[in-house]
Nanobody
Framework: QVQLVESGGGLVHPGGSLRLSCAASGRAGETYNMGWFRQTPGKEREFVASIMWKGQSPRYAGSVQGRFSISADNPGRAVSLQMNDLKPEDTAVYYC????????????????WGQGTQVTVSS
């Protein structure tokens, strides 16, 4: 059983910053490609960013490129998402996602999900 535990999120003004973290617990020695998706009411969950299990090949959605940065705190087991210059349209529930086989990208979601953390950008 793989569990993803998220932390971070909250309320921030436009132009501000937040940092999300996610740690995976699972079988000892198992590693995961990890990333983040986000969802707003009435919309499908959308890809935000991902990184491979060795901490290589970061990917970003075009809407966050240059503002968000994903890093492997513990390659294959924990990631962080640094979000800078936040905009109201970044408001969403952010979900950590992980998969032991597939790389995460737009249109490809992993098998394991966190519980979600709310990010609200508002003045």
């Amino acid at each position: 059983q793989v569990q993803l535990v998220e932390s971070g999120g909250g309320l921030v003004h436009p132009g501000g910053s937040l940092r999300l973290s996610c740690a995976a617990s699972g079988r000892a020695g198992e590693t995961y490609n990890m990333g983040w998706f986000r969802q707003t009411p009435g919309k499908e969950r959308e890809f935000v960013a991902s990184i491979m299990w060795k901490g290589q090949s970061p990917r970003y959605a075009g809407s966050v490129q240059g503002r968000f940065s994903i890093s492997a705190d513990n390659p294959g087991r924990a990631v962080s998402l640094q979000m800078n210059d936040l905009k109201p349209e970044d408001t969403a529930v952010y979900y950590c996602n992980a998969d032991s086989r597939f790389s995460l990208r737009d249109g490809v979601q992993g098998a394991h999900w966190g519980q979600g953390t709310q990010v609200t950008v508002s003045s």
